[in-house]
């Protein structure tokens, strides 16, 4: 059975930075594709960053170049540094994997497991 197990998040200033992490059992992240969705109060669960199994990385406009995903193949571990954070980040952030063995699939139907979710509050 897959389990995903986000870690991390919690209440900063805008400006600020935070990271989340996300382990894995039960499938191993150098074999599968893996992602950071997030969903704020009333909007759809939308990607933020997604890393494919051989490493190659998205990132959402709106996090380009403020966040960085990393993962730990020895750890079966994803993190989500996010720095300059906004008020428009605030969300609940969602690690999942997917079995796609092209790119890093954006469309969160293509995830087959996810986490419980993790809160990220960004206070003006």
């Known amino acids: 059975q897959v389990q995903l197990v986000e870690s991390g998040g919690g209440l900063v200033q805008a400006g600020g930075s935070l990271s989340v992490s996300c382990v894995a059992s039960g499938r191993s992240f150098s074999s599968y594709a893996a992602a950071w969705f997030r969903q704020a109060p009333g909007k759809e669960r939308d990607i933020v960053a997604g890393i494919s199994w051989n490493g190659r990385t998205y990132y959402s406009d709106s996090v380009k170049g403020r966040f960085t995903l990393s993962k730990d193949n020895a750890k079966n571990t994803i993190y989500l540094q996010m720095n300059s954070l906004k008020p428009e980040d605030t969300a609940v952030y969602y690690c999942?994997?997917?079995?796609?063995?092209?790119?890093?699939?954006?469309?969160?139907?293509?995830?087959?497991?996810w986490g419980r979710g993790t809160q990220v509050t960004v206070s003006s």
């Open positions: 999942a994997t997917s079995p796609s063995r092209i790119g890093v699939p954006t469309v969160a139907s293509s995830y087959d497991y």
